[in-house]
Structure formats: structure tokens, C-alpha cells
């Protein structure tokens, strides 16, 4: 346990969370879950407001985004301050098996698709742009626009689902966890700071947060670019 405290950024950690530490409002202290469920409602209505009064869609993914921040921060926060020997446990010959046959297979279906995905780019531009270069880099680029945002969409889902099955195994899925793998050395200092941020990295709180915000940042990554027709 002592080699927590050598971990990158617990000294600074505590530095800062000593500003804070008596800041903290008394409700959110007792609830932090709690809190985090509230908030998460408050960004929901603000989503559906800002949907029936036709706001833009960047506003729209910057609010599903802010309703899963109290939750993935306070995540990120405690993934950072935990080494990997936290989760680390002894991994049957089926699971190591199946583990490596979905990773190879994942791979495989991925490297496929984008053969395939290559070849029909290649074959509209040429149909599209035929013999006009000019035409085809524009093309090539438009096509590149589109799905860029559609990639960054896939990253943010993985991050958020990774984290909710990290947290989860670190500290189970009890609001307030009475068994867990967390660092005792987590903000040992600051227990006020420590039980708000155990409290909001909770899995299930993140896994809907997480899952409104992938959904509206989908949906935003597909009306932009040529290939959403706009």
C-alpha cells in the first residue's frame, strides 16, 4: 500500500483538495450519489428545453457532456490514484483463452471492414470525381470530415464504457461502498473530499450519464459533414 503514495499527482492532489476540503455544501457531503443523480436530472431538463425551443446541436452535446462530467471526473479521479496491482487477480486458462480468441477476432473484423470501407471510397471518388483530381481531393477530404467525428464518437463511448467497468470493480456498485479496492491512501486526509468523489464515481451513475452524452454526441457526429446530406 505504501507505493500509492509514490503514484503521479497524490501529493498535488492533496495540495489542492485542502482549498476545498471545508468548501464542500453539507447535502452533497451526506449524498453524494444522490447529488450526482440530481444533477444529472437538471441536465435533462435542460436538454429537453433546449430541444423543444430548437437550440443549436453544439449546445445540445455541450450539456449531455456536463451531465456526465461530476461522474467521469470523479471517476478519472480515482482511477488515477490507483495502481494496477488493485485489480489485478488470478485469471482462469478459459478466460485468457476467450480474452485473446475476442481480441483477435475484434482485430480481424475491424481490419476487414476497413479493406472494405477503403475499396468502396476508392470507387465512388472514382465514379464521382473520375479523371478530375481537383474534384477527388475535394471529395477525399469531405469524406474525411464526415468521419472523423463519427471516430471521435466510437473513442468517447469506449472511454466511458472502460471506466464504468473499472469503477465497478474497484468499488462495487453500493453508494457507499463498505468493501472496495480503492487506495486507502485515496485523499486519506481529506474524508469529506474523499466520500463526494467515491460517491459520484459511481458505475451506474456514470453508465447513464455516459450513455445520454455517446448518444447526442452520435447523433451530433452524424448531421455533420457532407455524408449526413446537410
Do not use: K
Amino acid at each position: 500500500m505504501d507505493a500509492v503514495r509514490h503514484v503521479r499527482g497524490h501529493a498535488l492532489l492533496h495540495r489542492s483538495g485542502r482549498r476545498i476540503e471545508p468548501l464542500h455544501p453539507a447535502f452533497l457531503e451526506r449524498h453524494p450519489t444522490a447529488s450526482g443523480w440530481l444533477w444529472l436530472a437538471l441536465m435533462a431538463l435542460l436538454l429537453t428545453a433546449c430541444d423543444l425551443l430548437g437550440g443549436p446541436e453544439p449546445l445540445r452535446v455541450s450539456i449531455s457532456l456536463s451531465a456526465a462530467l461530476p461522474s467521469l471526473g470523479a471517476t478519472l479521479l480515482v482511477l488515477s490514484q490507483t495502481p494496477r496491482t488493485h485489480l489485478e487477480n488470478e485469471e482462469s486458462i478459459l478466460g485468457h483463452f476467450f480474452a485473446r480468441f475476442f481480441a483477435l477476432l475484434g482485430a480481424l473484423v475491424l481490419w476487414i471492414g476497413s479493406v472494405v470501407l477503403g475499396a468502396a471510397v476508392a470507387v465512388q471518388l472514382t465514379v464521382d470525381a473520375g479523371t478530375d483530381s481537383d474534384r477527388a481531393w475535394s471529395e477525399a477530404i469531405d469524406i474525411f470530415a464526415a468521419v472523423v467525428p463519427l471516430i471521435v464518437a466510437t473513442l468517447w463511448a469506449v472511454l466511458v464504457f472502460r471506466c464504468v467497468g473499472y469503477i465497478a470493480r474497484l468499488r462495487g456498485w453500493a453508494a457507499v461502498p463498505a468493501r472496495h479496492r480503492i487506495p486507502e491512501q485515496f485523499l486519506d486526509e481529506l474524508p469529506r473530499t474523499r466520500r463526494i468523489v467515491v460517491g459520484l464515481a459511481h458505475p451506474v451513475l456514470l453508465l447513464v450519464a455516459g450513455t445520454l452524452s455517446i448518444l447526442l454526441v452520435f447523433v451530433a457526429a452524424v448531421d455533420v459533414g457532407p455524408l449526413s446530406g446537410g
